[in-house]
Nanobody
Framework: QLQLAESGGGSAQPGGSLRLSCAAS????????LAWFRQAPDKERELLAA???????YYADSVKGRFTISRDNIKNTVYLQMNSLKPEDTAVYYC????????????WGQGTQVTVSS
C-alpha cells in the first residue's frame, strides 16, 4: 500500500477552475495506478480519472473534456486539473491507488473538499 496526501481543494464559482494534488509515498509508487474519486452526500463514490506511469489516462464521462489528470513520476505526484466546474462537482475528492493489474483500489488519502457555488 501507499500513503497518499491530497491538497488543493477549496471553493470555486461555476465555470471556475481548481487543481488538486496528491503526493504518493511508500514502496515503488511507479508500480501503482493513481486515480481520483469523489463522493458527494447521498451519492455513490465515483471514479473520475486514473493514470498509470505509461499509457493513456482514463476519464469518466462526467468529467471528460473538463478535467485533466497528469502524473509526475519523479515527484510521485498526481494532479487533477478541474476546469469549467459545475455545482454538481461539489464533493469530497479522494486520491486512491491500486497496484498495477489489481482490481481494487486499496490505498487512499484523507480527502479534500471541493465546493462549487455562486
Amino acid at each position: 500500500q501507499l500513503q497518499l496526501a491530497e491538497s488543493g481543494g477549496g471553493s470555486a464559482q461555476p465555470g471556475g477552475s481548481l487543481r488538486l494534488s496528491c503526493a504518493a509515498s511508500g514502496r515503488s509508487p511507479s508500480l501503482y495506478v493513481l486515480a481520483w474519486f469523489r463522493q458527494a452526500p447521498d451519492k455513490e463514490r465515483e471514479l473520475l480519472a486514473a493514470r498509470y506511469t505509461a499509457g493513456d489516462p482514463y476519464y469518466a464521462d462526467s468529467v471528460k473534456g473538463r478535467f485533466t489528470i497528469s502524473r509526475d513520476n519523479i515527484k510521485n505526484t498526481v494532479y487533477l486539473q478541474m476546469n469549467s466546474l459545475k455545482p454538481e462537482d461539489t464533493a469530497v475528492y479522494y486520491c486512491e491507488a491500486k497496484f498495477r493489474g489489481s482490481q481494487d483500489y486499496n490505498s487512499w488519502g484523507q480527502g479534500t473538499q471541493v465546493t462549487v457555488s455562486s
